[in-house]
């Protein structure tokens, strides 16, 4: 299966479905050797099959990308499986928490959205840089959002958490660009993925949606998976610490 990526291995969270899943496949139709990461470890077990029957590599495993230890036994399953490590796609997330007026916001829905799609991005960067290293060198990209440079009321700890994955990117960026390991993040705006099918199955929720896009349409996840694999990829070997904006115009507004 040439490409782009043949005799390389991937490592991609949040793999069970939306842009993790279409990344995974993007990658394997690309030569690479895939790992589908995600706490929904049956989907991910049927993903792997699925790219196995389409003549790919890939394996799967279920994580909790919150906890450290889980993290590191995440690239360790990847290790043992293929023997190394060269793109790792940190994509775990969970939508934002219920919205609310800044001063209603629970501690427990700041605490887990904090976790989840902050922490969890240092866990997994931590637990992958020895095994990039060990391998000469490697690619990171990290899935911030639009939410990294705009705002919206009643998402606070959403903002503030995808704010966080654009400023960890680049200062991971600064510090690992020595060791020959490029850290970028890709930013996605509205995209059809389960996390916002309920609005979009909603024709009055979809047009909202749509109007504040100046394409006028929601992104589909294959869109962002080809801008993933570009920063994967040597045709990006000098983009360090970037930001890739893949969301139709969205933050022009």
Request: one cysteine or more; a negative charge.
């Amino acid at each position: 299966m040439p490409g782009r990526f043949q005799g390389k291995v991937a490592l991609i969270t949040g793999a069970a479905g939306g842009i993790g899943l279409a990344t995974a496949r993007a990658f394997a139709g690309e030569g690479a050797a895939v790992t589908l990461a995600d706490l929904d470890g049956q989907r991910v077990k049927e993903a792997a099959g699925e790219i196995h029957a389409a003549g790919g590599k890939a394996t799967a495993i279920e994580v909790d990308v919150s906890d450290m230890a889980a993290c590191e036994a995440m690239v360790a399953h990847t290790v043992d499986c293929f023997g190394t490590l060269d793109i790792a796609f940190n994509n775990a997330a969970i939508p934002s928490a219920p919205y609310a007026e800044f001063t209603d916001a629970s501690l427990a829905d700041w605490e887990k959205v904090i976790s989840i799609n902050l922490s969890s991005v240092f866990h997994a960067m931590q637990a992958e840089v020895p095994a990039l290293k060990k391998a000469g060198g490697g690619a990171i990209i990290n899935t911030a959002s639009m939410m990294s440079f705009v705002t919206q009321p009643g998402m606070a700890s959403y903002i503030a958490a995808k704010h966080g994955v654009a400023g960890l990117t680049k200062g991971a960026a600064m510090d690992l660009i020595r060791h020959g390991i490029r850290v970028n993040a890709i930013c996605p705006g509205f995209v059809n993925t389960p996390m916002l099918a309920p609005a979009l199955q909603d024709e009055t929720q979809r047009a909202f949606i749509e109007s504040l896009i100046p394409a006028r349409r929601v992104g589909e996840a294959d869109e962002v998976a080809k801008a993933v694999l570009f920063l994967a990829s040597d045709d990006a070997s000098y983009m360090v610490g970037a930001l890739m904006r893949v969301d139709g115009g969205s933050t022009l507004n």
